[in-house]
């Protein structure tokens, strides 16, 4: 009980600390911030899109590097499955499932979320990408890969949070599309991709890999949360463990698109296409808003759940598409270009709902609303692949607090 207590006078203690480092550096004047300051601050809120860039201008400017780290053996690179475990390894250590069960009696949150994310934003996404004529296939098929991909894994329960959503929903559906979505997006790939002829897609390999390096970490980084020496190395690094889950994350597209610059396959690509690759990343990303936001108000779902369910059933994520893009065959297409287009639709849907929360008056959602739940603190938000840090909201003993994850 001693413990406990201690425990929980600690977490209080952290909590009340970086609100009044929050708030005084709020309260400073600008002109007492230097422009050192100001830059890394902005580096840290947008470390991963900056580490994503560099990593692709790295790749075509100076190609040397990644090739001879992105060799293969056995037909894999070592160093990219490395990576892929590394990721998922962390977000099993920052997976908190403690919050999501209290949204299972959201039945017709949950049964769309579910349907629109594993089926119906890839049914959609994917037969649009290929009606439209890109000058590189390679853009359409990663785009698709992309489209048939699970959500995101933490980008998408943040900005419900800041919305004043059903943190609960959007976690619970974040975690059981991410596992379901390894035995489904394989067949789905199969089925919605119009691969060329000679293209042979192993389904049941491709689940056996993405078991073995995105499932088994995840759960082992989940039990390895019970040995408390780990969960305390875990908690006190956290930030320092998401720097490496980006860094492990850039690594991927570095080795790709360095490959890909070394063999002349991006020769081909024009100005134009990049942007027609950002419009049409934008245009699919808001049809699935607009399809989601229609659902949701056909069902009746209330405003906290509906923001939930939106925004989470909108994004997808981007490890899970560069793992599978690695597990290809060569002849589907070259891997750089393909996980440049997924970089790309990813960026994309992270600015737009951005911009879209921006603009929502605060009182959209009032905060009484809010389905009541216990104290999130920030462990419940998986740290690692596809966020900017974004400020959590935080209900203690009945006021709202702010965290910087």
Avoid at 343 to 358: K, P
């Amino acid at each position: 009980m001693m413990e406990e207590t201690s425990e929980n006078e600690l977490a209080d203690n952290e909590i009340t600390e970086s609100t009044e480092e929050l708030e005084t550096s709020t309260e400073a004047p600008p002109s007492r911030i230097s422009a050192t300051q100001r830059c890394l601050k902005f580096t840290k809120k947008n470390l991963l899109p900056i580490l994503l860039l560099s990593a692709v201008a790295l790749g075509l400017i100076w190609p040397a590097p990644g090739v001879a780290v992105g060799t293969k053996v056995n037909g894999q690179r070592p160093v990219q499955l490395i990576c892929v475990i590394i990721i998922f390894l962390i977000s099993g250590l920052n997976l908190s499932t403690a919050e999501m069960f209290r949204a299972i009696q959201e039945y017709k949150g949950i049964i769309w979320g579910l349907l629109s994310i594993l089926f119906v934003t890839a049914c959609v996404g994917v037969n649009i990408v290929q009606e439209i004529d890109m000058e590189s296939e390679e853009f359409t098929k990663g785009l698709a890969v992309f489209f048939t991909m699970p959500t995101t894994i933490s980008s998408g329960v943040v900005l419900t949070q800041q919305m004043n959503g059903n943190f609960a929903l959007a976690l619970f559906l974040t975690v059981v599309t991410n596992t379901i979505g390894v035995f489904t997006v394989p067949p789905m790939l199969g089925w919605l991709i119009e691969f060329e002829s000679e293209v042979s897609l192993d389904i049941g390999g491709l689940v056996a890999k993405l078991s073995l390096t995105v499932l088994l970490p995840l759960a082992v980084g989940k039990v390895l949360q019970k040995v408390s020496t780990i969960a305390a190395f875990t908690k006190r690094h956290k930030w320092h463990l998401k720097v490496v889950s980006m860094v492990s994350l850039a690594f991927v597209p570095w080795m790709n698109t360095s490959v890909a610059m070394d063999n002349g396959n991006f020769d081909s690509v024009t100005a134009g296409s990049v942007f027609s690759l950002i419009g049409l990343g934008m245009l699919l990303h808001v049809i699935f808003l607009f399809m989601n936001s229609i659902a949701t108000t056909l069902l009746r779902i209330s405003r906290p759940e509906q923001a939930a369910v939106v925004i989470v059933s909108s994004q997808k994520t981007l490890p899970v598409s560069l793992t599978v893009i690695g597990f290809l065959p060569e002849s589907a297409g070259d891997h750089g270009l393909m996980g440049v287009a997924c970089i790309v639709a990813h960026l994309t849907q992270i600015i737009v709902d951005s911009v879209i929360i921006g603009f929502i008056p605060a009182n959209f959602i009032p905060t009484e609303s809010k389905p009541e739940y216990s104290e999130i603190k920030e462990q419940d938000v998986k740290g690692n692949d596809d966020d900017d840090v974004k400020p959590l909201a935080i209900r203690k003993d009945s006021q709202m607090k702010l965290a910087v994850v």
